[in-house]
């Protein structure tokens, strides 16, 4: 396959996914209604309705602005050459295997963040401040992107480096190097992410004795389920809106609440939303998603050898000799197509997990707080209750409120 046509993929690739994000935003939008739906009443009341309507428009709109300019900001690297000019700028600064092509990507990252941080600015301190929802201030704000890009940094440059390493020391076999060392880090992170990462950014506090705890530990005992390791963060330091999480296997297993759910749902609803997560750990459903993950990289890792060291690659992008962060860049334009067929299969798996999740906690504790919770965190964040199906096909990992709730009735 000769530079023009992989050139010529490529692009197409960008336009084909952009107007089909474009198209699945246009069927959301004609799918919502002005009025309140009849399947709606009892969860959102007419005001309440309203203010989620001009939230999801201000979100669609700003979704549209932002997007758009993502998608000419590529359209005009790829076709002024705009790789090829961070390429031999990078190599001003140093010609070392391994550290070019973490010049490289140190400058696009760099770039990115500085012409994306307007957007970012803005969603969080207008929309999401006009909506109620933003409780960040500047500086957490500030902090957040340098500890952010201090722990992408370390993290980051660190597997890149020997990512870049084995493929320069192994051969043809450095991608099963590169499995290896990603599916350890991969297990590491899902064990030590609420221990290590999340103290970084957030307070975790043990849940305080008194009704609540004795509640949890109460169901715990009755599922079987040894839980030492029961946290509530300070997510009202960002937002309003309240979520809870598990994370971490065998003894490092933790579950966190946001204080903005500990605080403000019943002891019912919260025990039941952390049947919900239990659910998740008793069904593998955990282990299994880090299975599957670790082998859709080997997967991915595979055919990246199979053409990284095409110099067409380098050459789509107007770099004349092969060069190995360049064809990193075409390879991943290339994937994305296939990437978005796996991210669907694995939505669908995932709603399957949720179903599930949701029965195991109906049959161990109950129903009724568990659709409460579910309900109130919908109307909380102001979530779109009526996605269009296709959406829901594509893009959603969690079946909607009104799906969970039939199910949970059912």
């Known amino acids: ?42 969860i959102y009341d007419e005001e309440k309705y309203t203010k989620q ?37 990078a190599k001003t600064i140093t010609d070392n295997p391994i550290l070019l092509p973490m010049v490289f990507f140190a400058i696009l990252m760099i770039a990115s963040d500085i012409l994306t941080t307007p957007f970012s600015v803005y969603s969080t301190f207008v929309i999401e401040e006009k909506f109620g929802f933003n409780r960040t201030t500047i500086k957490t704000y500030i902090l957040d992107k340098i500890k952010g890009a201090l722990v992408g940094g370390v993290i980051g440059g660190g597997l890149l480096a020997l990512f870049i390493w084995f493929y320069n020391s192994t051969g043809h076999f450095f991608w099963l190097w590169t499995w290896g060392a990603i599916a350890i880090f991969m297990i590491l992170a899902t ?53 809870a999480f598990f994370s971490g296997l065998g003894l490092k297993k933790k ?20 049947a919900h997560e239990i659910g998740h750990y008793k069904k593998k459903h955990t282990l299994i998603s880090m299975i599957v993950g670790v082998l859709q990289m080997g997967v991915m890792l595979f055919i990246l050898s199979l053409v990284i060291n095409k110099p067409e690659f380098s050459m789509a992008l107007g770099v004349q000799e092969k060069s190995f962060h ?58 779109n209750l009526t996605p269009h199906p296709y959406d829901v096909f594509m893009n959603y990992s969690h079946p909607t409120l009104l799906q969970r709730i039939k199910a949970l009735y059912n």
């Open 1 to 42: 396959m000769n530079p023009q046509t992989i050139f010529n993929i490529i692009i197409a690739i960008i336009i084909i996914n952009f107007l089909l994000e474009r198209w699945l935003d246009w069927l959301n939008d004609k799918n919502a209604s002005e009025t309140l739906p009849e399947e709606l009443k009892g």
């Open 53 to 89: 309507r001009a939230y999801d428009k201000v979100k669609g709109r700003f979704s549209m602005i932002s997007s758009s300019f993502s998608f000419v900001l590529i359209l005009v690297m790829l076709f002024f050459n705009g790789f090829a000019v961070v390429d031999d700028y």
């Open 191 to 243: 064990m030590f992410y609420a221990s290590v990462i999340v103290p970084l950014f957030n307070k975790l506090t043990p849940l305080a004795d008194g009704e609540l705890k004795s509640e949890i530990r109460d169901y715990c005992k009755k599922v079987g389920f040894n839980l030492d390791n029961l946290f509530v963060m300070d997510g009202s330091k960002r937002s309003s809106k309240a979520n």
């Open 255 to 274: 579950i966190v609440l946001y204080d903005t759910l500990a605080n403000e749902y019943s002891k019912e609803e919260i025990t039941a939303v952390l």
């Open 326 to 383: 360049i064809g990193l860049i075409v390879f991943s334009m290339l994937y994305s197509p296939l990437s978005m067929l796996i991210g669907v299969v694995m939505n669908i798996i995932s709603r399957k997990n949720e179903y599930e999740a949701d029965n195991y906690a109906k049959t161990t504790y109950k129903a009724e707080p568990l659709v409460s919770s579910l309900k109130k965190l919908s109307v909380d964040s102001l979530s």
